[in-house]
């Protein structure tokens, strides 16, 4: 996997989308080219993954929050809640390290969380290196391509108008969203030469009947 103190491909604005989806972690050199801001690896739950997607749910109150140190190998991940749940726990420490040899990232923060509303409910960019959100159950995240946002209209600009009425949105915009399983990669405004251009994106609607199970990992 490329890392980030290798040379970025140049690619041509006009040549390649914003986005990109990839079925294979050999893919996600995507996020390398300059123009790339998110990366979708579309992916199924294994059975035993989300059967155990389930207990978690049942047992995170909010948002838990973990590190993981990859040189010590993660293993102190969650160590009392993810307690004989083995599948869960293999995947939070097998995307960390794919999001280590991404970034070079020594530490990865850990939030796992059941949501039962919309945790970040307007489009925005977060201002990290790297992000990494899977939705386990319910709703994926949402995210704009480039040339269907007018950033002038992020954040405070919007005067807390809903994004379909702010601005934000161009005209014929299309708002597009991860599947249950699938593994987001957004770049942030921190990924060098990526300011002014972090992804932006946005957690979809949530209610107590309708709850979400999401991962998200951030390079520390």
């Given amino acids: 996997m490329t890392s980030l ?6 690619v041509g604005e006009d040549a390649i989308p914003s986005f990109r989806r990839v079925s294979a972690t050999s893919e996600l050199d995507a996020l390398f080219e300059d123009v790339v801001n998110v ?5 199924s739950l294994a059975t035993a993954l989300r059967a155990e997607a389930q207990v978690v749910s049942s047992l ?7 590190v993981v140190n990859l040189e010590g190998g ?20 097998r ?6 040899d991404l970034t070079g990232c020594q530490q990865v923060g850990v939030r796992l969380a059941r949501v039962e509303e919309a945790m970040c409910p307007r489009f925005h960019v977060d ?7 899977c939705t386990f159950e319910g709703a994926g995240t ?6 269907d946002v007018d950033r002038r209209w992020l954040g405070h600009a919007a005067e807390g108008r809903p994004d379909e009425v702010s601005g934000l949105l161009c005209a014929g915009a299309q708002i597009h969203q991860a599947e249950v399983g699938d593994v987001v990669f957004l770049k942030g405004e921190s990924w060098p030469g990526n300011g002014g251009r972090g992804a932006v994106h946005r957690s979809p609607r949530a209610t107590a009947k309708e709850h979400r199970l999401v991962m998200t990992l951030d390079a520390l």
């Fill in 95 to 100: 995307w960390s390290n794919v999001l280590g």
């Fill in 60 to 66: 995170v109150d909010g948002r838990s929050l973990s």
């Fill in 142 to 147: 949402q995210f704009l391509a480039e040339a």
């Fill in 74 to 93: 993660g293993e102190e991940v969650f160590a009392s809640t993810l307690s004989g749940l083995p599948e869960m726990k293999a995947e939070i420490l």
């Fill in 5 to 10: 103190g290798l040379a970025r491909r140049a």
């Fill in 127 to 133: 201002h990290v290196l790297l992000r990494v959100v």
């Fill in 39 to 43: 990366v979708v690896l579309r992916r």
